[in-house]
């Protein structure tokens, strides 16, 4: 039934048979937790021969380097060049770096803001520095703007990509607007991949700011659910065809590969971009992890090999993304009540309820013991302007668990949002 549609009496008493399950839900004394897009163990478990591929007395790299000692800021050789086919480019643009592209992501914008870009006019924490953040978003991203005092100006995640004529009216006269979040593949939460068009829009915008920069964070460049990986465009060749070569700035891990805790990170820039980071990195470290380098090369061997074992995380993950879809489809599909996205990768389920519902949905999955990603963490200083999306994350819990907090989920929002038209 379109609850929107319906009389007041239907209504109300849609409201409080939702009531009455919420109630009875509560009584359950459930302690669920759907906040955090992390892998499960079963996925983790998948990488544990990682843990003992690299023994005592074979540890050389391929270029007669001891990888046990100081060194190779950069990252070395055979890591760097597995992971520039990942990102789909060349090895000498790419730093391998630790254990978090989210750290490289704070070094580059913190480094920004005291020394400034290639081709720009100095530290931007002298220029009143602004980023463009499409949302819904990553809510560590605005973190990282938070702290370091950046102002951040949100613009609409179309399921194409950031809205381009919003994104373009504000970098082409304005100097202060120095970047863009990106995550161009199944991104965080909505799932959504940048189309083919989006790309070269970005690469080739006029842009006041002469040291405007793309982050292009491809967290989950392989995270297919299926049939995948969906194609995405070369972001740095885009740029280069466009004679903007130092626009694009890309990060990826493994930490949603291999081990969150202990996987790689990486960088790939222009040539520019890439001599920059380094002489800044420089300062904070002597040189990564490189024997947990030398453990993936050694794990995956090629891209081949990454997409091979990334089949096996889909065939775990597959099956909860469409146990949240069944959910929310059955309980809710016809209401009018919500909406939500049905991602082919990635981590995330982005859903919309009616606008000024989620704080109070949330509010009520919390009260039956069901924790879920705090309204307004996928906008700028945690505020949803609409206060209508909630974030679900299905990878870490099992099929059963999410089935019954889904159950919680869906009937808070028939009980919140039935309420809600009710005083309409
Ligand atoms: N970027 C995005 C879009 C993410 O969703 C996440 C984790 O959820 C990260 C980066 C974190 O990456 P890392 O573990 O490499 O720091």
Known sequence: MNLIKANPDAVRKYHDAAQARMEKLRGRNLSLDMTRGKPSPEQLDLSE????????GDTTGEDGTDLRNYGGLAGIPEARRLFAEYLGTTPERVIVGGNSSLSMMWDVLANAMMFGMPGGDGPWRDQNPKIICPVPGYDRHFAICERLGIEMITVELTPSGPDMDAVQA?????????????VPKYSNPSGDSYAKETVEALASMPTAAKDFRLL?????????????????SDIIKACETAGNPDRAIIFGSTSKITLAGAGVAMLASSPANIKDHLEKIN?????????????HVRFFKNMDGILAHMKKHAEIVAPKFAAVDEALERNLG?????????????YFVSLDVLDGCAAAVIKRCAEAGVKMTPAGSTYPYGKDP????????P???SVDEIKIAMTVLTAAIEEVCSKKLLQA
């Open 386 to 393: 609409y206060d209508r999306n909630i974030r679900i994350a």
């Open 49 to 56: 021969a990682m843990l003992t591929i690299v023994q005592p």
């Open 334 to 346: 016809g209401t009018g009540l919500a909406t939500w996205t049905r991602p082919d990768g990635g």
């Open 395 to 397: 990878t870490l819990p």
């Open 170 to 182: 504000l970098v082409k006269d304005d100097p202060s607007v120095k970047a863009i979040w990106c």
């Open 283 to 295: 300062f904070a470290m002597i040189g990564p992890d490189k024997i947990n380098q030398l453990r």
């Open 216 to 232: 292009w964070d491809n967290a989950y460049a392989v995270h297919h659910l299926g049939n995948g990986p969906v194609a995405l």
